[in-house]
């Protein structure tokens, strides 16, 4: 498995050509702080963290925790794959501890301590330009656009603007005594503290009109259908689902270990697939199943990138297309860094498997190998959904660039297009 690098954006030459870089000069202005109406007391092994939630700009991160706290939210268990309903929090530790001069966090929420894992789904970003990543505040953990999903992080007494824009920030910290919670939460290190409780409370009327339950995110249900299995042949489940769901099961041979055995997502212009849904061939002589189904409202992602075109643009590279061919999993390339200028790189691209592609309804991941890219043909591309029209859908994204070995080179990011069939 190969593990991905934290990246800084970085000043690079391509193909022995250097690129014009672009210095953004943000000023800071102060932002008013009214009076909390929504806390959430986080009882832990170290004391109790009371954090402000900003239900106002950041909703969909507050209902989501929220409601994953308080057990109101169905979800994944990524351990064997078990549709729960229970408190998410209660009993996982902060797996993640950053405590250096200029990254203090602790984060938490990854139920199987990989800190990879999540609910058994994502959610689109907010991103209130007023929620910054100040000293002692709550996010969201992310691997890239709309890449929220259960693990969260405080931070400590130190800033961290290259989160901006990047991780949504939900909540703050203000208070003497639950900032020492989180320094000692950090003093402690990986695995150091749980989370062993969360209790909301509300304190004026805008909090107690927050319905937390009606707002828009996925929806996990636990899939009721039959299953017929011919030995060798194929294991097959009746389980009926419209466009944007996404399928899944982890399966075990002893009722012991559980691994990911199945995902299918069914996305933009996909047909429904007939009925009943192949799920594998039947080759064990004993399997067990946790199947669970996820709704995305409002989502607007294909379940593949067959016959699209898919368009980034970052300030370090200019415009990349990268035309899939039928199957999706290969295709040829065109960037030209400078346009107007002669310099361009093209070429065949093919779909790498060491990190597996991933398609829902509002963001992607994919690694592919871009032939003779400059020094840098493995680009894993995270993306996010923000915007759909009747040729194409538009968004974010942030692109690792590697070198042939898999060493990084640098990351940017900027918008994304994907062209529909």
Not at 75 to 82: E, I, L, M, T
Not at 116 to 122: F, K, M, T, V
Request: glycine letters at 10%; hydrophobic letters at 40%; proline letters at 9%.
């Amino acid at each position: 498995m190969i593990r991905i690098p934290q990246f800084r954006p970085a000043a690079f030459r391509l193909a022995g050509i250097a690129l014009q870089s672009l210095v953004l000069m943000a000023v800071a202005v102060p932002v008013e702080r009214g009076h909390a109406a929504l806390e959430a007391d986080i009882l832990t092994s170290k004391g109790v963290v009371t954090v402000v939630l900003d239900h106002a700009k950041a909703p969909r991160a507050v209902a989501n925790f929220m409601t994953l706290a308080a057990g109101s939210r169905r979800w994944v268990d990524p351990r064997n794959g078990a549709v729960n309903d229970g408190p998410f929090y209660a009993g996982s530790a902060f797996h993640r501890v950053e405590n250096t001069a200029g990254s203090k966090l602790a984060e938490c929420g990854s139920k199987d301590g990989s800190g990879i894992d999540d609910a058994g789904y994502r959610f689109p970003d907010e991103s209130d330009p007023s929620l910054l990543h100040e000293p002692y505040v709550m996010a969201y953990a992310s691997d890239g656009p709309n890449g929220s999903g259960s693990r969260f992080y405080f931070t400590g007494n130190v800033a961290i603007p290259a989160r901006d824009g990047r991780n949504v920030v939900f909540g703050r910290i203000p208070s003497p005594a639950a900032r020492q919670v989180v320094d000692a939460i950090l003093a402690a290190g990986n695995g150091g503290t749980t989370v062993l409780s969360v209790a909301v409370r509300r304190t004026d009327p805008a909090a107690v009109a927050f319905d937390e339950l009606s707002v828009p995110l996925p929806v996990v249900h636990p899939v009721a259908g039959g299953l017929s299995v011919t030995p060798g042949v194929a294991a097959r489940l009746n389980a009926p689902r419209g466009a944007m769901t996404t399928l899944q099961a982890h399966s075990s041979t002893d009722l012991a270990a559980w691994t990911p055995h199945f995902r299918s997502f069914i996305g933009l212009d996909q047909p429904v697939p007939v009925q009943p849904e192949t799920i594998d061939t039947a080759v064990s002589p004993r399997r067990f199943y946790h199947f669970s189904r996820i709704d995305f409202p409002g989502g607007a992602g294909p379940s593949g990138f067959a016959g699209r075109k898919l368009t980034i643009t970052t300030p370090g590279t200019g415009p990349i297309e990268y035309d899939f061919d039928a199957t999706g999993l290969a295709g040829t390339y065109l960037n030209v860094p400078i346009p107007g200028f002669p310099l361009f790189f093209t070429g065949p691209f093919t779909v790498r498997p060491e990190m597996p592609a991933k398609y829902d309804a509002y963001g992607f991941r994919v690694l592919v190998e871009a032939v003779g890219l400059g020094g840098a043909p493995l680009n894993w591309i995270r993306g996010g959904y923000e915007a759909i029209t009747p040729g194409s859908v538009t968004g974010r994204q942030v692109t690792a660039f590697y070198d042939a070995a898999m060493n990084p080179v640098f990351e940017d990011s900027g918008n994304l297009e994907l062209t529909r069939p």
